[in-house]
C-alpha cells in the first residue's frame, strides 16, 4: 500500500500518541524528581495529552501544563484530574510570567522537537527566567553517540499497540535523512534526524507524519545550558542514574538556576 497523510482528527491524533506512549520508567523517574514536597510549583513543557502532568498534580504540587498542540491540551483537560492543572497552549513563551516555579521538567524528549537554534536558546531562556533562584530543570535527550536513528527502520521499529476501542493499530519509523553539524573547524556536535512516522489503521488507513528530531551532544547541551545561566549538576545514561554511555541511550540532565 502506498502511504496517504490523510488528516486525522485531533481524537485520533491523540489516541495514537496516548497508544504509543505509555506510563514507563522515564515518568517514575521523573515523578520521584519532583519529590514528596506538596504545593510545590511545577512547570511540565511540552506536557502532550498530560500524562506525566496529571501524575504530579495527583501528588499534590502545584502544576502547569504547556504545549503547542491544542488537541493534545484538549484532550488533557478532558481527563480524570485535569481540573488541578492550570493548562496553557503555546510554548516557553507563554510561561505565566512570574510565576516562580521550583522544577521545569522537559519529558518525553520534548528537547529533541525544539529543532530550530534560535527557538531552543530562548526555550532555555524563557525556563531560566520562570524558575526561582536554585530552581531546577530537568530533561531527557537521546544520545548521539548511540546513533538511535540507525535502529529507525520499518523492519526494526514496526510494531503493535491497542487503541482505546479495543483495536489496535501496526507503526513504524522511516528515516529520510540525516544532517551533521558542528562549530566551525569543531567535530560534529548536533544531529538532525528528518523522519516519517507511519500508522496503519484498524479501518486502513496509513498515516504518515513526517518531523524532525535534533540530537544534541553532551557537550553541546552544557554549553547551551551555560550560555542561558545554569549549572549542570548531574548527567545521567538512563532512568536509574547509571553514568552515560552505560545506561539506555539517554542524556538525562539535570540543571539548577543560578
Keep these: 500500500m502506498s502511504p496517504t497523510t490523510p488528516t486525522l482528527s485531533d481524537d485520533d491524533r491523540t489516541a495514537l500518541y496516548d497508544a504509543q506512549n505509555v506510563w514507563a520508567a522515564d515518568d517514575d523517574f521523573f515523578l520521584a524528581l519532583v519529590g514528596g514536597r506538596e504545593g510545590s ?13 496529571l501524575a504530579l498534580a495527583a501528588e499534590g504540587h502545584r502544576v502547569t501544563g504547556i504545549d503547542p498542540d491544542d488537541g493534545a491540551v484538549a484532550a488533557a483537560r478532558r481527563k480524570p484530574g ?22 521545569a521538567l522537559m519529558t518525553s524528549h520534548v528537547a529533541q522537537a525544539i529543532t530550530d537554534e534560535g527557538m531552543w536558546h ?27 536513528w540507525e535502529r529507525w527502520t520499518p523492519e526494526r521499529s514496526r510494531g503493535r499497540a491497542a ?17 551533521e553539524t558542528g562549530p566551525d573547524g569543531g567535530p560534529t556536535d548536533t544531529w538532525l534526524v528528518h523522519l516519517a512516522e507511519h500508522a496503519l489503521l484498524p479501518d486502513g488507513t496509513h498515516a504518515v507524519d513526517a518531523g524532525e528530531l535534533v540530537f544534541r551532544s553532551e557537550a553541546r547541551l552544557r554549553a547551551d545550558l551555560a550560555a542561558a545561566g545554569f549549572v549542570v549538576e ?11 554511555g552505560e545506561g539506555v541511550g539517554e542524556l538525562v540532565v539535570l540543571a539548577r538556576r543560578v
Design 234 to 244: 548531574q548527567v545521567h545514561g538512563g532512568w536509574e542514574r547509571q553514568p552515560v
Design 122 to 148: 530562548g526555550t532555555l531562556d524563557d525556563l531560566h527566567a520562570a524558575l526561582v533562584p536554585g530552581g531546577l530543570l530537568a530533561f531527557d535527550s537521546r544520545d548521539p553517540a548511540v546513533r538511535a
Design 163 to 179: 487503541l482505546p476501542d479495543g483495536t489496535s493499530f501496526e507503526g513504524w519509523h522511516e528515516v529520510m535523512r540525516v544532517e
Design 82 to 103: 485535569a481540573d488541578a492543572v492550570v493548562w496553557v497552549v503555546g510554548t516557553s513563551e507563554q510561561i505565566p510570567p512570574g510565576a516562580g516555579f521550583d522544577t
Design 41 to 53: 510549583r511545577v512547570l511540565d513543557l511540552g506536557c502532550g495529552t498530560g500524562r506525566l502532568t
